[in-house]
């Protein structure tokens, strides 16, 4: 059980990862997503520094899992999230994160060897189906009139990266100490995106950050989505493999829906409420599938 409430707990923190990245879009992405890491490793170095140190030797000798686990989902799949939510819309964006679902399936068959049930494939189809009948509000039709840009290329490297990163996270995450590698996943990104960061203000100027505009969203992001989010989804990715645990991100529609609703006033239709439970029987079809398969 444990599992899937920390996995509800990353869609939520993740939908506000998208809605935050909007709103903060006056700043450029590079910028956004190093001064979440810079944050992320602040608030981790003072309670994993001394387990990364003594786990030194096993960071060096496994230095490339450790590069793979970072730049997918530590240093470039938040990147091509802000990157995309320059140019599109949080909507793209919640459209094409819910593909990350199947891609991850395909890849744990492909590259895992994971047997995986034709039960679990409809699943993810009927999960998909809810998703985007929350964004449309019951009108499937409306997606042909979303207007696409380059925002919406960009975010196919954050769907890949992510699947990447689940699959990565179940063949190699074993090797670390669990909560250390996080702090390291997170200065070594910061690393990686300081000459990248330094190119953008290069091209576009050094972005002036307020302490009322900027601050509090950056908090968040460092926090909740960097540390919280990524502990519980590397725990869950472990106790029920990449292809069950990414299922439920196609609750993010339906968790930023709650959102909009209870925080921003948004009207809560019968459509968007008959989308969620299409979600919601779609991940239990799933998860329940790889279950009893895993149980034979």
């Not at 989902?73 to 199947?102: D, K, M, R």
Request: net charge positive.
């Amino acid at each position: 059980m444990l599992p899937y409430l920390m996995m509800l707990l990353v869609v939520v923190f993740y939908a506000g990862n998208i809605l935050v990245g909007e709103s903060l879009n006056s700043l450029p992405p590079l910028t956004i997503a190093f001064c979440r890491l810079v944050i992320a490793f602040l608030c981790l170095a003072p309670l994993a520094g001394k387990g990364a140190w003594r786990a030194r030797e096993v960071f060096r000798s496994q230095w490339k899992p450790l590069l793979l686990l970072t730049l997918t989902g530590v240093a470039f799949f938040n990147t091509f999230i802000y990157g995309a939510l320059q140019f599109t819309s949080s909507t793209n964006v919640s459209v094409l994160e819910s593909l990350i679902p199947a891609l991850t399936l395909a890849l744990s068959a492909l590259l895992l060897r994971e047997r995986l049930h034709s039960v679990q494939w409809w699943g993810v189809a009927l999960s998909l189906s809810g998703a985007l009948w929350v964004i449309t509000d019951g009108q499937l039709l409306r997606l042909a009139e979303l207007s696409w840009n380059v925002g919406d290329g960009i975010m196919v490297g954050a769907i890949i990266s992510w699947a990447v990163y689940s699959v990565a996270v179940t063949r190699y995450l074993h090797l670390f100490p669990t909560f250390s590698v996080v702090l390291v996943m997170t200065g070594l990104g910061a690393v990686i995106l300081a000459p990248l960061v330094a190119v953008e203000w290069m091209l576009v100027g050094v972005p002036t950050v307020t302490l009322a505009g900027h601050l509090p969203g950056l908090l968040y992001l460092g926090v909740f989505p960097s540390v919280v989010a990524l502990l519980f989804y590397n725990r869950a990715v472990q106790r029920l493999g990449a292809a069950r645990a990414s299922v439920f991100l196609n609750f993010l529609p339906v968790a930023t829906m709650a959102g909009a609703v209870l925080w921003l006033g948004a009207e809560l239709t019968a459509a968007k409420i008959i989308g969620a439970f299409v979600v919601i029987l779609g991940v239990l079809v799933a998860t329940r599938a790889g279950r009893t398969q895993a149980t034979r």
